[in-house]
């Protein structure tokens, strides 16, 4: 089963080539449309402030959809996606999940797309015993394990100790945090201040700023006044493309840190040259094209970017992967299982060797993220791009 799962996503692009030809020549799929559609929600923030990470998971969403539908669809059943907009809100995501529940009786959810609405839905999943395999990041969504709900970007804590690891390495022990108010920058902040005296690192600033504001001037004066060897931004929304902008009119001239929530190239765009030098951990998918062909995740990775990037015409982002790794696992789980929710949660508690855009995960009843610290590599922004960070 393992072998399966790791080729299965390997294999993918080939077999969709051949079954586009197939299609293109007229042949239909014998009793394909009668058989019972198998539903999934998605929820997703596709607009408003958090739009950066939802837009690239519905279109990542989409894509498999009509992927696994293209081959057949699951022994013959279409895939249904039911995407829901939450607009970053949790009362919004509140309603989408109880009508994919309750009105649209799906097998499973994959979303929300930021942590605070993740939180907000929780209950209602557990509640109901629905599988929720999440596209958001923070820690607490799955510490404590709850037993319906996983997650597939990496841990927070493990981005933290990336971070440090590299601020050890570089001398630097003194730092200024600046943090969001979202579920993401609090659990983040939580991070950074308990892991900080591990690495012999002191906090000697700790700012924060509402997802709304669009200056943060005041709060990096303050951090300029002390100390601080290196800044740390811990958010989502459009304060990771302001905070930089900030400094450079302020001519704070010490190195920027951000979160794995700056996996996206329009962040950089935003920041204009103020991104320059900007240090954070991401997967691998930012920096797929500098890996050897012998490393694992590499065949994923490529079919994942080329695909996404020849439908949807802008560059891929950490955040569809997400999605990308979520709505596999759950359409793997059905494939070994049918549809039945139990079986299908029970199959991803124990997948091993999974073989998806963040990393390669393992899950187990005691880990419902599945991965380590070593899904993370350091990168930085260059030229406007995004590159693995050297260790001169």
């Not at 969403?61 to 829901?84: D, T």
């Not at 994923?300 to 560059?315: D, G, I, M």
């Not at 991803?348 to 963040?358: A, D, N």
């Amino acid at each position: 089963m393992v072998g399966v799962r790791k080729n299965r996503l390997r294999v993918v692009g080939i077999f969709i080539f051949v079954m586009a030809f197939i299609l293109g020549q007229g042949v239909i799929f014998q009793g394909f449309a009668a058989k019972k559609p198998y539903k999934i929600g998605g929820i997703f923030a596709i607009t408003g402030g958090a739009s950066f990470l939802g837009e690239p998971e519905k279109n990542t969403a989409r894509m498999i959809e009509e992927m696994v539908n293209a081959r057949g669809g699951i022994y013959g059943h279409p895939l249904k996606l039911i995407i829901e907009d939450t607009a970053g809100d949790e009362t919004k995501a509140v309603n989408a999940v109880k009508k994919l529940i309750y009105r649209d009786h799906v097998l499973a959810i994959i979303g929300p797309s930021r942590s605070g609405t993740t939180m907000a839905v929780i209950p209602i999943v557990e509640k109901k015993g629905v599988l929720l395999v999440s596209c958001a990041a923070a820690e607490a969504i799955v510490s404590p394990v709850k037993k319906w709900v996983f997650k597939t970007p990496q841990k927070d804590s493990d981005a933290v100790r990336r971070i440090y690891e590299y601020m050890n390495k570089k001398g630097i022990s003194r730092i200024a945090i600046i943090t969001g108010t979202t579920g993401f920058g609090d659990q983040g902040r939580k991070k950074l201040k308990e892991l900080a005296p591990d690495y012999g690192i002191t906090i000697v600033a700790d700012e924060t700023y509402s997802p709304k504001d669009t200056d943060m001037t005041a709060q990096l004066t303050r951090i300029k006044a002390t100390d601080a060897q290196a800044v740390v931004n811990w958010s989502i929304v459009p304060a990771q493309s302001i905070v930089p902008k900030n400094m450079r009119q302020l001519k704070m001239n010490i190195p920027l840190f951000q979160s794995h929530g700056f996996g996206n190239i329009k962040y950089v765009e935003l920041a204009g040259e103020a991104a320059e030098g900007i240090i954070f951990p991401a997967g691998r998918l930012l920096a797929v094209d500098t890996l050897p062909d012998t490393n694992p995740q590499k065949d994923v990775l490529s079919f994942y970017k080329e695909e996404y990037e020849k439908r949807f015409k802008e560059s891929v982002s950490t955040f569809g992967g997400h999605a990308w790794d979520a709505l596999w696992l759950v359409v793997n789980a059905l494939e070994e299982t049918g549809p039945r929710p139990e079986a299908m949660r029970e199959n991803i508690e124990y997948t091993k060797e999974f073989v998806g855009t963040g990393g390669i995960f393992n899950f187990s009843p005691e880990d419902h993220s599945g991965l380590t610290k070593e899904a993370f590599e350091m990168l930085t922004v260059k030229g406007g791009k995004f590159v693995v960070l050297g260790e001169d």
